[in-house]
């Protein structure tokens, strides 16, 4: 597949820019990511199907947790995103992963099909799909018995916040949602996601919900937040929300750690949801179809 035409757009882009702010962002998550795959039972020699996988960090951590017994099939619709995955799974010698052009729905539909999977995950994906219910109703009716659902969403109804309170914080944090929000097709599916294992027929074996704190002066909630704002400047200039005067992303991240630091300020980002759920493991998939 190598027209990306009749795939919709990914609000961001997948410029080279664009690629290494989600790597970065990335480190930062792995920690939470990896929590949620070792709590859904993603273990050596599992086949693991990773919808939007992006430039590819949550493929990379769950080809580790499945070794080389067990084998990572990456799907984006965006090709410029499997090409930094592809370059990362080879640098790092992870043979087990494989990486697809592909929408989603289309993945679940058709590879899951040809290929027994234990394991669909996700981070930061639901959100963008056009039905996510739909989709993950289909995977779990295709997933092996004992198989596994895991997703990381964040909640885009959620709010930037501080305490003391920083107005620099709070505007910037509302900068970021409010150009975003109408980019994304789910904002409410982190909060929903109960709901959504549920109707999709795999009710929900656990979740749990962290949100990025910082203070101080050596934070990098600082730069993540003046960076994730510069890329969603062209939208939110755009929306006439903000002019570029007042935004000053050249200096938004100096004056957001002075800001923070001068009133001892502790902030925090918009809440991330992890859940996970598991087929039992009698239940025959091809029964479910
Ligand atoms: C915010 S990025 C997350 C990437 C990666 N999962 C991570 O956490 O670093 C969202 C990714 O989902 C992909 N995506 C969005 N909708 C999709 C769809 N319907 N099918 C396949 N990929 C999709 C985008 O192309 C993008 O690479």
């Known amino acids: 597949m190598s027209s990306s035409s009749r795939f919709a757009e990914y609000a961001l882009g997948h410029s080279e820019l664009e690629m290494r702010r989600l790597i970065l962002q990335a480190a930062a998550l792995r920690p939470m990511t990896e929590r949620l795959l070792r709590a859904a039972g993603l273990a050596p020699g599992m086949r693991v199907l990773d919808l939007g996988c992006g430039p590819g960090d ?5 080809a580790e947790l499945v070794g080389r017994s067990g084998a990572v099939l990456g799907v984006d619709r965006s090709e410029e995103a499997l090409v930094t995955a592809r ?20 993945a679940v539909d058709t590879v899951m099909a040809d290929k027994r999977f234990d394991a669909v995950i996700g ?21 092996a018995p004992g198989g596994i659902l895991a997703f990381h969403e964040v909640d885009f109804l959620d709010e930037f916040r501080s305490r003391p309170l920083v107005p620099l914080w709070q505007q910037a944090g509302q900068w970021l949602l409010e150009s975003f929000r109408p980019t994304i097709a789910h904002p409410d599916i982190a909060g929903r996601l109960v709901e959504a294992f549920e109707t999709a027929g795999l009710p929900m074996s656990g979740l749990f919900c962290e949100c990025p704190v910082g203070g101080g002066t050596a934070s990098p909630l ?4 003046a960076e994730r704002v510069r890329s969603v400047l062209p939208l939110l200039l755009q929306s006439g929300a903000a002019t570029c005067e007042e935004v000053g992303i050249d200096s938004l991240e100096v004056r957001l750690q002075q800001a923070v630091v001068a009133m001892s300020s502790q902030v925090a980002a918009p809440a991330q949801v992890c859940a996970w759920a598991r087929k039992s493991c009698g239940e025959d998939s091809r029964l479910a179809r």
């Open 87 to 106: 370059a990362r799974a080879k640098e790092m010698g992870l043979a087990q992963i494989r990486l697809l052009h592909a929408a989603a729905d289309e």
């Open 222 to 225: 600082y730069a993540w937040l």
């Open 58 to 62: 949550v493929s990379l951590l769950a």
């Open 123 to 143: 981070r930061f994906v639901l959100c963008y799909l056009p039905d996510p219910i739909d989709t993950l109703r289909r995977a779990v009716a295709r997933l």
